[in-house]
């Protein structure tokens, strides 16, 4: 079998996940070893159309996005979104929140917001736009995680991505529950696969990997009342990576 | 087996110089809770702990161990955590769970990489002197235990009474310093035993334990399992905290080379979504309430057959500290069977 070829797009985000390749350091070398990365802006200067694997970084937030997006889809057999910008949209939907997109323009880029490179849409996901194949999580991803699924596709097998809480990683390294500590933790309705990094350090779960596939939004209302807090402290705890996204809670 | 009586500081001795010769494991502070953790130094030692966050469990079954080495469609090489370890502090409730896991883990498949790791444990157990805010040992009879471990050690105050259980635990009493125990020490340490059957008990059972398998004989289809499985995360934290929950998954990952690599396990749970899911993506246990009522089921009547009619919950607590909606609680869900169904 040839070597597969990896193109690497990145769209609206901070490139953080990238960063993560280079920090994979003698990993990088192994990857290369058995795939020819062919475009990469942030690493080379060639650019390639022809590619078996495309990764996607960031979120989809103008009309020319979704169709360079859909350009890439047409010519990739595997298509990765790589990191929450790309998998759920990420910090960039925040301004989905708001009704009047020209205000939050006006906001952020004050008197250039009428300049037409900033011409922008409601933040859209990689899948909202075109089919995804894999999603790698995380605001920014694992690398382990990242490198375990490429080598899962270079087998052809199906990497196992995990579908539940983050509390299973969490309650498994012995860690105290941070809820009892006065922290709205989202642990328990976000998916896994972390290592539960942030409560492992003391701070609470803000969902950088979204919800897991059945979330029991319910039962956390429950526990918000048990803690004697009410359902606003989750709400602001939801918006930073769910906002306008099934299964947030609003109004 | 002989028993003796040693002061605290003379222990203390003792464990330093235990801790120069091999690895110890013993209970320590963690923030303003304890957990089982390598042991520098005698002075970290907190024997007056309430309860672990983990239980010793992850000692002999660890949330993540490669199995083996291999080559796709060549050799395979088995992988063994081989070394003596000491496992010190660990209280009855949780050595009655590792004596139930040694039991499972020898049945059907014998489990050689538990079971090399329990064979080169050694355990020092000991008594209970301050019970947690939700251990109910004394409502499953696992307050006091008397076998498995190497070394029992009770607190009776000023000195510890110090029994040895097997060749192994007689051989390191012969040394500790300390006096054969006098007639007072062993009253001292009935005494405690006693306090505890009954004392540790913050939540309690309104049934004999062992009417329990005959209870849930009749409950399979009661309202209580979806009732309390509507505010279930299926966030598996019971299972994760449970030092009788043994569930399993194993996983293979291959190196750059795509040729060879590793097969690990993987801590598992019952409540968690995808557990019962098989090939063809085919799900049997699909409902949460399902889930929910298998745990229960689980400790106190599919599993008891297995090991001489013993339940297999013993009571620590750990679960219902660790359910955020309030929901785990073994006693609570076994009380409010017994409030409809009745006993007999
Ligand atoms: S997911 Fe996070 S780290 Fe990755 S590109 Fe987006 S903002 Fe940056
Ligand atoms: S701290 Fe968060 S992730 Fe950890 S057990 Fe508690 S809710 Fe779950
Ligand atoms: S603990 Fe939560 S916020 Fe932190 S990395 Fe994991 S999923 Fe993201
Ligand atoms: S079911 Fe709960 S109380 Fe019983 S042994 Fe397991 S964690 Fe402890
Ligand atoms: S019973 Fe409680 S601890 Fe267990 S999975 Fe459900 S919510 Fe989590």
């Known amino acids: 079998?040839?070597?597969?070829?990896?193109?690497?797009?990145?769209?609206?985000?901070?490139?953080?996940?990238?960063?993560?390749?280079?920090?994979?350091?003698?990993?990088?070398?192994?990857?290369?070893?058995?795939?020819?990365?062919?475009?990469?802006?942030?690493?080379?200067?060639?650019?390639?159309?022809?590619?078996?694997?495309?990764?996607?970084?960031?979120?989809?937030?103008?009309?020319?996005?979704?169709?360079?997006?859909?350009?890439?889809?047409?010519?990739?057999?595997?298509?990765?979104?790589?990191?929450?910008?790309?998998?759920?949209?990420?910090?960039?939907?925040?301004?989905?929140?708001?009704?009047?997109?020209?205000?939050?323009?006006?906001?952020?880029?004050?008197?250039?917001?009428?300049?037409?490179?900033?011409?922008?849409?409601?933040?859209?996901?990689?899948?909202?736009?075109?089919?995804?194949?894999f999603h790698v999580h995380g605001c920014p991803i694992d690398r382990k995680e990242f490198t375990y699924i490429v080598r899962c596709l270079l087998l052809g097998k199906t990497p196992e991505i995990p579908d539940y809480p983050v509390c299973v990683e969490c309650k498994a390294k012995g860690n105290p529950c941070l809820w009892q500590y006065g922290q709205v933790c989202l642990g328990p309705i976000i998916r896994a696969g972390c290592g539960a990094r942030c409560p492992s350090n003391g701070f609470r779960c803000f969902g950088c990997r979204g919800y897991t596939s059945n979330p029991n939004v319910d039962a956390a209302k429950d526990v918000i009342d048990k803690f004697g807090l009410t359902v606003d402290h989750l709400k602001t705890k939801m918006v930073l990576f769910g906002s306008r996204q099934e299964p947030t809670i609003y109004g | 087996m002989s028993v003796k009586k040693i002061s605290k500081d003379d222990f203390a001795v003792f464990v330093d110089a235990l801790i120069g010769k091999t690895s110890v494991i013993g209970v320590q502070a963690k923030g303003d809770r304890f957990d089982f953790a390598p042991l520098e130094s005698a002075k970290d030692l907190r024997l007056d702990y309430d309860v672990t966050l983990q239980p010793p469990k992850k000692y002999l079954l660890p949330p993540t161990e490669v199995l083996m080495t291999f080559e796709i469609g060549g050799a395979y090489h088995s992988q063994y955590q081989d070394q003596p370890f000491v496992l010190l502090g660990v209280h009855p409730y949780d050595m009655v769970a590792i004596n139930q896991m040694d039991e499972l883990f020898q049945q059907d498949n014998y489990d050689t990489h538990y079971m090399k790791r329990r064979d080169n444990a050694t355990i020092i157990a000991c008594d209970v002197v301050k019970p947690s805010e939700n251990v109910f040992a004394s409502s499953m009879g696992t307050a006091v235990v008397r076998g498995g471990y190497d070394i029992l050690l009770t607190d009776v105050g000023g000195a510890y009474v110090v029994e040895s259980g097997t060749p192994k635990g007689e051989k390191l009493l012969a040394e500790m310093k300390g006096t054969v125990a006098d007639e007072a020490a062993l009253k001292s340490r009935d005494a405690v035993w006693s306090k505890n059957e009954k004392g540790l008990n913050r939540h309690e059972l309104k049934c004999d334990a062992a009417y329990l398998p005959r209870l849930l004989e009749k409950a399979y289809d009661h309202p209580v399992w979806a009732e309390r499985a509507k505010t279930c995360f299926a966030c598996g934290s019971c299972n994760q905290v449970c030092p009788t929950c043994y569930c399993f998954n194993v996983q293979d990952d291959v190196n750059w080379d795509l040729q060879t690599g590793k097969r690990e396990r993987a801590w598992d749970g019952c409540l968690l979504d995808g557990f019962t899911k098989v090939a063809g993506e085919h799900e049997f246990r699909n409902p949460r309430s399902d889930r929910f009522r298998h745990r229960l089921y689980r400790k106190a009547k599919y599993v008891p057959p297995k090991i001489g009619g013993q339940i297999a919950c013993v009571g620590c607590g750990r679960c219902v500290a660790a359910c955020l909606p309030d929901i785990a609680n073994p006693v609570s869900v076994y009380n409010r069977l017994i409030d409809d169904l009745g006993i007999g």
Request: charged share 30%; proline share 2%.
């Open chain 1, 1 to 133: 079998m040839s070597k597969p070829k990896i193109a690497i797009f990145d769209f609206a985000c901070c490139e953080g996940c990238q960063l993560q390749f280079v920090n994979l350091e003698e990993e990088l070398l192994d990857l290369i070893g058995v795939a020819d990365v062919v475009e990469w802006r942030e690493a080379m200067s060639e650019k390639s159309d022809e590619y078996d694997i495309a990764i996607i970084e960031g979120s989809i937030t103008r009309l020319e996005d979704e169709e360079r997006l859909k350009l890439i889809r047409s010519r990739a057999k595997i298509l990765i979104a790589l990191g929450a910008c790309a998998t759920i949209g990420g910090v960039n939907k925040l301004k989905n929140n708001f009704d009047d997109l020209d205000e939050v323009k006006k906001c952020v880029y004050g008197t250039d917001s009428k300049k037409p490179h900033l011409a922008t849409q409601p933040t859209k996901s990689v899948g909202e736009v075109v089919d995804v194949d």
